[in-house]
């Protein structure tokens, strides 16, 4: 039997925890005040703007509550903006307002350098592999 340092889903959750642990400290440094869930939640709010709150919870893999809970604190930064649907009064489209845009503007260029820092030494290919592969392990799994 595998020890558990050597499985793969393991390696990948640990992986995951090491970025986010090193990515807020540097947030934490630059005065950012916002932790790296509700940066997600802003990224996702960008690409795909008037989300509902469930496509959004799905979309980052959170459940409702804390989804809930991230919004509310992005709104208090006025970083985004719930509207009521016309057809449904219960449900909300979630997008960006203009100090959420120039909140993401502003702090791209950081996001990239950690992107970057977390491949160095890996080959194009090598890159292109392990998306492939983290795919197939998800894709596997649902």
Do not use: C
Not at 71 to 79: A, N, Q, V
Not at 112 to 122: I, P, T, V, W
């Amino acid at each position: 039997m595998d020890r558990l340092e050597s499985v793969i889903l393991f390696l990948i959750d640990q992986t995951s925890k090491t970025a986010k642990r090193f990515t807020q400290r540097e947030l934490d440094k630059k005065g950012w005040d916002i932790t790296i869930d509700q940066w997600v939640l802003l990224k996702i709010v960008e690409e795909s703007n008037g989300l509902s709150q469930n496509e959004l919870a799905e979309k980052s893999s959170r459940d409702g509550a804390s989804i809930t809970r991230s919004l509310d604190i992005l709104e208090k930064k006025h970083y985004l903006e719930r509207k009521a649907t016309p057809e449904d009064r219960r449900q909300y489209k979630i997008s960006l307002t203009p100090e959420g845009q120039a909140f993401i503007a502003k702090n791209m260029s950081l996001v990239n350098k950690h992107r970057a820092k977390s491949l160095e030494g890996f080959s194009s290919e090598e890159i292109k592999s392990l998306k492939e592969m983290l795919l197939r392990i998800q894709k596997n799994m649902s």
